[in-house]
């Protein structure tokens, strides 16, 4: 008989099923971002599909930031000791783990298995350095905040009001000040895009990750993430010492 346990709490599933819709919206837009002039798109439409993406992009980098701080105070298996790959005897548990997956009986896990760590934590790793270059191109570009104010202040002509400053309207701005700053921008839109094909390629390895462990454990690990009860059919390997 399978015993039931309650693992994600309402925080860790709020967060999670806010960073998909996010994460699906901005990934869209910006795709469209990208493809801009091939796809016809007119500068007013990409400045549009711009302010969308980044009002999505505050969400979401509030969300994050959330999650992040939650991790040093909520419960047991949403903070930091349940997912960075350097405590409690990670090293011992992972061995223990892909020893038992290669004989078909992987130790189960009320939280996340050591694979799932490593997973989540290049995740968080990697959402967390797009969010920071979305919130510096939210300044380059739009003069948004956080950093916008300070932006237009380095780049606004002798004698102009930063706050008058237009997006794309380069007549306020100065031209060498400008150019300066284009110049550092570079290597962080860079970044922003190379960074989300890497997370592309991470959402589709955590995929694989919950389908593989679901079909060996069948724990109900999707409807955990709604309800935050997982069911397992043994004893869990984090359980309580
Ligand atoms: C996981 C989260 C995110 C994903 C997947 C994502 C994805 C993208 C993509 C694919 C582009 C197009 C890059 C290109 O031109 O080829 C882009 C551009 C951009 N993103 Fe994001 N983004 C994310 C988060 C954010 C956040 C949090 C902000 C700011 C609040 C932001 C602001 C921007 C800006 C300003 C651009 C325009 C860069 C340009 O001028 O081309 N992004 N993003």
């Known amino acids: 008989m399978p015993s039931v346990h309650v693992v994600w709490d309402p925080v860790v599933r709020l967060f999670h099923w806010i960073n998909l819709a ?6 869209g837009l910006g795709l469209l971002l990208g493809a801009g002039g091939s796809i016809g798109l007119s500068a007013e439409g990409r400045l549009a599909i711009l302010r969308l993406h980044v009002a999505i992009g505050y969400v979401f980098a509030g969300n994050l930031a959330l999650r992040l701080i939650w991790a ?3 419960g047991r298996h949403a ?3 349940a997912i960075l790959p350097f405590r409690g005897g990670f090293l011992r548990h992972l061995r223990a783990y892909l020893a038992g997956l290669r004989h078909g009986r992987a130790p189960l896990y009320l939280g996340h298995n050591p694979m799932g760590r490593l997973m989540v934590t290049a995740l968080f790793a990697a959402l967390t350095i797009q ?3 979305g919130l510096v191109l939210a300044g380059t570009d739009l003069y948004q905040p956080p950093f916008g104010s300070r932006i237009a202040a380095a780049v606004a002509a002798p004698g102009v009001d930063p706050a008058a400053l237009v997006p794309g309207d380069r007549s306020l701005v100065d031209a060498d000040a400008y ?4 110049d550092w921008r570079a290597p962080v839109k860079e970044s922003h895009e190379t960074l989300f094909y890497l997370l592309l ?3 589709a390895g955590h995929l694989a990750g919950v389908v593989v462990t679901e079909i060996a454990e069948r ?3 999707v409807s955990a993430m709604i309800h935050g009860r997982k069911s397992l059919s043994g004893p869990a390997a984090d359980g309580m010492p």
């Open 22 to 27: 996010t994460f699906l919206g901005l990934a």
């Open 72 to 74: 040093w105070i909520g």
């Open 79 to 81: 903070r930091w000791s």
């Open 131 to 133: 969010g920071l270059s």
């Open 179 to 182: 150019r300066a700053m284009r």
């Open 201 to 203: 390629l991470l959402v």
């Open 219 to 221: 724990a109900g690990l």
